[in-house]
T-cell receptor, first 112, second 114 residues
Framework: KQEVTQIPAALSVPEGENLVLNCSFTDSAIYNLQWFRQDPGKGLTSLLLIQSSQREQTSGRLNASLDKSSGRSTLYIAASQPGDSATYLCAVVTNTGNQFYFGTGTSLTVIP | KAGVTQTPRYLIKTRGQQVTLSCSPISGHRSVSWYQQTPGQGLQFLFEYFSETQRNKGNFPGRFSGRQFSNSRSEMNVSTLELGDSALYLC?????????????FGPGTRLLVL
């Protein structure tokens, strides 16, 4: 069964810092990997989707990389802002079905 | 285009009762998936419906069931509620439900079982 882990569980940084969130998965037979953001008590907002054939995706200050063979993905956030404070979740879709396996999440706090 | 909507947003029930949650996907989307989110277990897949048929099912007991209507709206039902069913229930929709598509999530229904 696919297991997805995110490290660290919580992170607090001063505004303006660059930071990296980590995601690892046990089964490399994935179809794609997606990073989401969740604000307290709210649903999920998709940030970046990386297909299994891709190595990275970029959107604004966000850059996500994927190393399928080692079962790892990173989300890089440049010049962090207080509005980036949220929980960040990674999720993988395996080749065998159309369902997400979610990570445990990283709770990010950006201090003004 | 309107996003995914879920009703109700909040619900309080007592043990033993049953509950029905509703999800309206983005217009034109035919796939609806349901997820349960709890502090202890995180986000877990419940089931996926496509064109009124359940296509995938997660590892949840039979008390959890769902259906999808011809207009793609979906309902999820939980019977004989237990305290551990307290959670945020999220639904997500996508156009054809293929693995390469982005799924769009609704705001969720927060269920509290007392």
């Amino acid at each position: 069964k696919q297991e997805v882990t995110q490290i660290p569980a919580a992170l607090s940084v001063p505004e303006g810092e660059n930071l990296v969130l980590n995601c690892s998965f046990t089964d490399s037979a994935i179809y794609n990997l997606q990073w989401f953001r969740q604000d307290p008590g709210k649903g999920l907002t998709s940030l970046l989707l990386i297909q299994s054939s891709q190595r990275e995706q970029t959107s604004g200050r966000l850059n996500a990389s994927l190393d399928k063979s080692s079962g790892r993905s990173t989300l890089y956030i440049a010049a962090s802002q207080p509005g980036d404070s949220a929980t960040y979740l990674c999720a993988v879709v395996t080749n065998t079905g159309n369902q997400f396996y979610f990570g445990t999440g990283t709770s990010l706090t950006v201090i003004p | 285009k309107a996003g995914v909507t879920q009703t109700p947003r909040y619900l309080i029930k007592t043990r033993g009762q049953q509950v029905t949650l509703s999800c309206s996907p983005i217009s034109g989307h035919r796939s609806v998936s349901w997820y349960q989110q709890t502090p202890g277990q995180g986000l877990q897949f419940l089931f996926e419906y496509f064109s009124e048929t359940q296509r995938n099912k997660g590892n949840f007991p039979g008390r959890f069931s769902g259906r999808q209507f011809s207009n793609s709206r979906s309902e999820m039902n939980v019977s004989t509620l237990e305290l551990g069913d307290s959670a945020l229930y999220l639904c997500a929709s996508s156009s054809a439900g293929t693995s390469g598509e982005t799924q769009y999530f609704g705001p969720g229904t927060r269920l509290l079982v007392l």
